[in-house]
């Protein structure tokens, strides 16, 4: 069928058989109980697969399991998958995946997500610098590893997880307006935000481009991360030209100098935040002043006067707040205007 790529079994299904909600967990050590229900899924997804095929034999049909999981099941059951895809989060390298599906499948493996999310887990704040990195190293294993190069030669690449944030994916309902950084699990593969029994895996900051917050029409503005810019200059290279080695995708990855795609990142952040919107809030001050009514030959009372409305009717302190914003009004590009607004108001 012209435009379809594969046929792609399910999502992490291994993983629902220890998950209660649908929320990402961490993944607990398996039991006899989940084993025999991983045989039952996986014989489902190998009868999907012949009956997929006796409708249509031009698309290869793969499946995406949750890193190797029930990986020695799958051999047993899933013969008539043709690709081994898999979700693996594992840090910088994906270890042995490789060469444990060339062992034990005999298939060629597909990584169906993978990557590294955006946030420091231990600084909490976001860490674009990490996420390039990470996601670089990701992609340079899937080349390396690419049919023709020498090492175990059934990669055929990957799907990166992922283009732009998702705010829905902490509470999955709720504050679906609100970029969360709560993180959900742990995984040691990342240690540049790891720490032993603690969460550090930020579910909403995967994307390679953040979101702006919404307009009017419910439309939002992306903004390259770094590793967009980085991954831009990794994918410009085919590993399958004439001439390619083991050697020429490293020296070309080694190029890939991480600093410079975080610098484009922010020249193009700022660029956007300097023509982003007709009006903005471009400053923001709080004032508080103390004053006292004491002093020689008055006639303000040392004592309260009862009932008494004028001001001050008693010798002490007061003070006063004042809210200043600063609104910049921009109604052409290029003409500025501004103006400011000063609310004032006083209280005893």
């Not at 909600?21 to 993944?27: F, H, L, N, R, V």
């Not at 709720?174 to 240690?191: F, I």
Request: glycine share 8%.
């Amino acid at each position: 069928m012209p435009g379809v790529l594969m046929y792609l079994l399910g999502n992490e299904n291994n993983y629902g058989l220890f998950w209660e909600g649908a929320e990402t967990e961490d993944i607990p050590l398996e039991d006899r109980k989940s084993t025999i229900r991983a045989r039952h899924m996986y014989k489902l997804f190998n009868e999907a697969a012949v009956a997929m095929k006796a409708i249509d034999t031009t698309v290869p049909v793969a499946m995406c399991n949750g890193d190797m999981l029930f990986i020695d099941i799958i051999a047993e059951e899933c013969k008539d998958v043709d690709i081994y895809g898999t979700n693996m989060y594992r840090g910088l390298s994906f270890g042995d995946a490789f060469q444990v599906t060339r062992e034990k499948l005999n298939k060629p493996i597909l990584f169906t997500e993978f990557g590294s999310d955006a946030f420091n887990a231990l600084e909490n704040a976001e860490d674009q610098y990490s996420q390039a990195k990470y996601m670089v190293a990701n992609w340079q294993e899937i080349y390396e590893n690419a049919a023709g190069l020498g090492k175990t030669g059934n990669s055929i690449g990957g799907f990166t997880f992922q283009f732009s944030d998702g705010w829905w994916k902490y509470g999955q309902t709720k504050n679906l307006s609100v970029h969360d950084n709560n993180a959900s699990w742990s995984n040691g593969g990342y240690q540049f935000d790891f720490r032993e029994g603690v969460n550090n895996m930020n579910e909403e900051w995967f994307g390679i481009c953040a979101k702006g917050p919404t307009n009017a029409r419910g439309l939002y503005q992306l903004y390259p991360r770094a590793a967009y810019y980085a991954l831009k200059k990794a994918h410009m290279l085919n590993p399958y030209t004439a001439g390619t080695t083991l050697e020429s995708v490293k020296k070309y990855f080694d190029n890939i100098l991480i600093m410079d795609a975080v610098l484009a990142a922010r020249n193009w952040a700022a660029l956007a935040a300097q023509q982003t919107g007709k009006v903005r809030v471009s400053g923001v001050r709080f004032e508080m002043t103390t004053f006292s009514t004491g002093g020689d030959l008055i006639t303000t009372p040392d004592e309260a006067l009862p009932g008494e409305r004028s001001y001050p009717n008693e010798l002490g302190f007061d003070h006063m707040q004042s809210f200043y914003a600063d609104i910049e009004a921009k109604p052409t590009e290029s003409v500025r205007e501004w103006s400011r607004l000063m609310c004032w108001a006083t209280s005893r």
